[in-house]
């Protein structure tokens, strides 16, 4: 069975599939017809919707994601949408991102643990951005209870968070809404944060490579995170361990301007000792009792 780790670094996953379509099960093969014919609504359909589209059981499309070695659908579709945003240029495929919903669901363990190591680093901080991931929002929830400070957020998923508390003075730039990422996109952004100056910014990332930086699926969103990043005096980078494997997409932070990465115990000790070389200080979270049955 391939791994998600192991699939062929010079193919991509739509490429795998497509690959091993002939030697499928019956069922795997409709799967995979589904996805094929229209990537954009395996994304967005649920298990159920797929399922049925494909003539298979609820079971057979997640046994299908573990077949090549994914935990789940959610797991499965955030590497699918990798593949077709490295593919993108060359291939004429469409731009896919990930649904809010998969991004939360997904390591969502050791999310947990992150965002809680995190509120070690905050002690500081009068004022901070805050990105719009999945990670990031559970960051936000430990913030409902922390003393009053200003906290600018492209997110709507942080706002709809931390509304309530009033502690906290909350700015919202201006912006394009992307309803699937539940965020503001796009230069008005880039334009209210042109004169503005924060303490920290928070940054979840799609990918993160030693050498390379951070990277994210949106290109818009790159360009405001490193807008972000220039009116900022720390970065703080909250992200587990998986998006290191993860292949490089739009780049918007170099690691040598990274401050601090929050990550999980996953991490390979390689890719710790090079961070740690190049001045970035490392938080490894440890899960808890809580967080394993949340």
Request: include cysteine.
């Amino acid at each position: 069975m391939p791994q998600a780790d192991q699939l062929n670094v010079h193919r991509s996953l739509i490429e795998t599939i497509t690959a091993d379509r002939a030697d499928l099960s019956k069922a795997f093969a409709r799967v995979a017809g589904i996805l094929l014919g229209n990537p954009a609504q395996f994304m967005a359909w649920s298990v159920q919707e797929i399922a049925q589209a494909a003539g298979v059981s609820e079971p057979s499309v997640i046994r299908f994601c573990r077949h090549y070695g994914f935990d789940g659908v959610p797991e499965f579709r955030i590497a699918l949408a990798m593949s077709l945003a490295t593919d993108h240029a060359g291939a004429n495929r469409p731009f896919l991102e990930p649904t809010v919903a998969d991004k939360a669901f997904a390591n969502r363990r050791m999310k947990l643990a992150i965002a809680r190591e995190a509120m070690k680093l905050i002690e500081g901080d009068r004022s901070m951005i805050l990105d719009s991931g999945s990670t990031l929002q559970l960051f936000a929830q430990n913030l409902r209870t922390a003393s009053g400070r200003t906290i600018l957020t492209t997110g709507l998923n942080i706002v709809e968070t931390l509304w309530g508390c009033r502690q906290h003075t909350i700015i919202l730039p201006g912006g394009t809404v992307r309803f699937d990422a539940r965020a503001l996109t796009g230069r008005m952004v880039e334009q209210s944060l042109a004169n503005m100056r924060f303490d920290t910014v928070y940054f979840g990332a799609d990918s993160i490579d030693p050498e390379e930086g951070l990277s994210t699926f949106n290109e818009d969103e790159a360009h405001q995170n490193a807008a972000m990043a220039n009116s900022c005096r720390r970065i703080v980078v909250l992200v587990d361990s998986t998006k290191f494997r993860a292949p490089s997409l739009h780049r918007f932070c170099n690691i040598d301007r990274i401050d601090t990465i929050v990550t999980d115990h996953n991490l390979p000790k390689d890719v710790e000792s090079s961070l740690r070389s190049r001045g970035v200080n490392i938080l490894i979270a440890a899960p808890s009792a809580e967080d394993t049955s949340a």
